[in-house]
Structure formats: structure tokens, C-alpha cells
């Protein structure tokens, strides 16, 4: 395996960087544009994750990257490389697809040889072994991919992309075939493979804790533009804009009339409250605002009862609904306005959980709140069942 991680490393020094770029990349139909655009570099080395939901243009981009749409308008480059038109099998870029395309006659040595020997290139055996151990399937290397569960197919289909040596990796909704165990662990071994072979990596995916798990950098897209861009916990904690609120994670949104900047603190007033937002988690400056905060981070306490770290509080709530779902406690709390606000609860065992109709008094600390502009639609990115 170290042939592979040699050689990429070698290949980087002489080079220099050999990010992916896209420079106004669009994909216009007859009837829509799937992709408006884009602007966006994938740093060499990086596993970079598309988040969006079904339609919004992460599977167009990956394609047109692939060679397989050809792009409206705009640029692909790879480092000083414009293959915008190349041929797909002449882009030093392979695509690992959900439904794994395994020859079903073929052992799986044969299937992770099958793009070298088709080149032409002899004495594979020895970088087939080392493809294997990476992928942790030596001892399976005599079957057939119909002997295999979900996880190991899978397995062999990077180590059919990888052993061709691409500069960039494209993954295309990779773990969407497999139950939920078996994704979760597949998730830690594609971040294991990603680092020690340290090729680029970019994973389009639908699901907010795939990308949230694997990946250094996030482009969460909407409707053929990204919405916002930056590392998952950042993406979390301080959301810019309603869909990114609720695509990733959920959030409670509440209408609140914004005072004005007080030093380093935005101050707002919420049903009759007044809360404080960090200067650098406000996004809008004047009016009405969304203000934001992660269920997880709302405290509660039965009403007239002190609340453990206390910050900004509001009065007057009673629990609607109720659910224990082992790590923790999920309450619907209704506040006077009408609003139901989420509040999620670890399961500590400080004390007992209460029951529905109890009266609460709910309350977060302002360094974890964030503000959003109230013109963008408070149900933004919430996926309908």
C-alpha cells in the first residue's frame, strides 16, 4: 500500500498543488438549471462531501467532474489541468457508484486487477494484494462478489477506483445501499482509507451525519448553488442561513426583533424576553430576525426551579410530548406564543424525566445561539416523510 501513498506524495512535490477547481460551473437543461454557477476548490488531499437533498445539483457537479455531463458553461481544472472537456477515461479521476458494478463473473482479485490488465499493464499481482489489505479483504480475494455482504462489495469497489491511481476520487452516494450498522462502520473505514492514502476524496451524499463524519470540509447545496461551505462543526454551530439550519441537524427558529449591537453582542428581544446573540453569530443587523438555537443546547427545568447554567431564560412552557430514545430524552415544549420548541436531554440520570403537561421554564446560553435574517423561510431545508 505504501506504493500507492509513495507515489501520489512524489507526484504532488514535482507538480505542486493539484487542487480540483470549478469556476462558474453550470449545467442548464430545457426545462431547469440543475447546477448555477459554481464556484468551488477541493484542496488536494482533502475529503471534501456535496450535501444536499434529492434535485439540489450534488450529482450533476460530481458527474460533469467524471466527464460524464458535458458542463453549459465554466471550467474544471485539476492543479494547472483544464479537463472541463476531456474524455472520462483520459481524467486522472475514477467514480465509486452506490450500486458497487462489480463483474459477478470474476473473483475479486480479478475485479480490482480488471482496469490495470485492460491497460495493458502486467505483473499487477502484487499491487492487487496491496489493495486488498487495504481494504481489509486478503482472505476474501478468491470470491465471487455474489459471497459477499453489502460492506465488503463496496470494499472492492474502491480498491478497484484506488488501485488505478486517481488523483481524485469521486463518490457517489457510496454507503446508500447499506443498512444502518453496516453505513456507520463503512463510514470510519472510508475516512481511515482517505488518510492513509491521501488521495482527494469528494463524496456526494444526502445524509447530514455521513458528511458530518467523514468530512474536512463541507459544501452544503440548495437548488444548484451552495448555501454555505466550511467545516462540519462550524456548518453545525453557526449556520448563515435558514436551509443550513434545518438540513443540517434541526434547529428551533424564533421570530425575535432585533435591538441593535451592544460591543461584541447583538441584542434582540424574543416574546417579551431580551437575548444576547455574539456579534460574530448574527446574520442579520436590523428588524426582524430568526433567532436560532440546536435542541440540544435549550436547558430545562420544571417552572419556578433553578436552571442548571443558566443564560438567557423564557417562562411560561409545558411539555407536549415526550420521547426517550436511550442516549436521550427528546421534549416538545409549547411556549405561551404557541411555538414548539425541541429540547433534547441527555440521559444522565441527574434526574427523572418529566412527564407530559409538566409546566418548564426553558433557557440556553447566548454564546450558542445564532441569528438569521427573517426574510428566508423558517421551514427552509426541513425534509418532508
Not at 466527464?67 to 465554466?74: A, D, M, N
Not at 440546536?294 to 427545568?301: S, T
Amino acid at each position: 500500500m505504501s506504493q500507492l501513498h509513495e507515489s501520489t506524495t512524489t507526484d504532488r512535490s514535482a507538480s505542486g498543488s493539484r487542487d480540483l477547481r470549478l469556476s462558474g460551473l453550470t449545467k442548464e437543461y430545457a426545462a431547469f438549471t440543475a447546477v448555477k454557477s459554481l464556484d468551488l476548490v477541493v484542496p488536494q488531499g482533502s475529503f471534501f462531501a456535496l450535501l444536499g437533498p434529492s434535485g439540489c445539483g450534488k450529482t450533476t457537479t460530481l458527474r460533469m467532474v467524471a466527464g460524464l455531463e458535458t458542463p453549459t458553461s465554466g471550467t474544471i481544472h485539476l492543479g494547472d489541468t483544464e479537463i472541463t472537456y476531456a474524455k472520462p477515461y483520459k481524467r486522472p479521476v475514477n467514480t465509486v457508484f452506490q450500486n458497487y458494478a462489480l463483474f459477478p463473473h470474476l473473483n475479486i482479485s480479478k475485479n480490482v486487477a480488471f482496469g490495470l490488465e485492460r491497460r495493458g499493464v502486467k505483473n499487477v499481482g502484487q499491487q492487487v494484494a496491496d489493495m486488498l489489505e487495504l481494504v481489509e479483504l486478503t482472505s476474501q480475494a478468491h470470491k465471487k462478489p455474489a459471497q459477499m455482504s453489502g460492506g465488503q462489495q463496496q470494499r472492492v469497489a474502491l480498491a478497484r477506483a484506488l488501485i488505478n491511481q486517481p488523483e481524485v476520487l469521486l463518490l457517489d452516494e457510496p454507503l446508500g445501499a447499506l443498512d444502518l450498522k453496516l453505513r456507520r462502520g463503512m463510514q470510519l473505514e472510508l475516512k481511515r482509507i482517505q488518510t492513509e492514502v491521501g488521495l482527494t476524496f469528494v463524496h456526494v451524499t444526502h445524509d447530514q451525519e455521513e458528511a458530518m463524519t467523514m468530512a474536512d470540509t463541507i459544501a452544503v447545496m440548495n437548488q444548484g448553488v451552495i448555501e454555505q461551505m466550511g467545516a462540519p462543526n462550524d456548518l453545525y454551530e453557526n449556520p448563515t442561513t435558514t436551509f443550513v439550519a434545518n438540513f443540517l441537524g434541526q434547529s428551533n427558529l424564533i421570530e425575535a426583533e432585533i435591538q441593535g449591537r451592544e460591543g461584541g453582542q447583538v441584542k434582540v428581544r424574543v416574546q417579551g424576553a431580551v437575548a444576547s446573540i455574539p456579534a460574530e453569530r448574527a446574520h442579520s443587523e436590523s428588524g426582524k430576525g430568526w433567532l436560532g438555537i440546536r435542541p440540544e443546547k435549550v436547558l430545562i427545568a420544571e417552572a419556578g426551579q433553578p436552571i442548571d447554567a443558566p443564560g438567557d431564560v423564557i417562562t411560561g412552557g409545558f411539555i407536549t410530548d415526550v420521547s426517550f430514545v436511550g442516549v436521550s430524552t427528546q421534549y416538545m415544549v409549547k411556549m405561551p406564543w404557541g411555538q414548539e420548541l425541541m429540547v433534547f436531554e441527555q440521559n444522565t440520570g441527574a434526574r427523572r424525566m418529566l412527564p407530559v403537561g409538566t409546566k418548564v421554564d426553558v433557557s440556553w446560553r447566548p454564546e450558542y445561539a445564532f441569528l438569521l435574517d427573517a426574510s428566508q423561510d423558517a421551514k427552509a431545508g426541513i425534509e418532508e416523510d
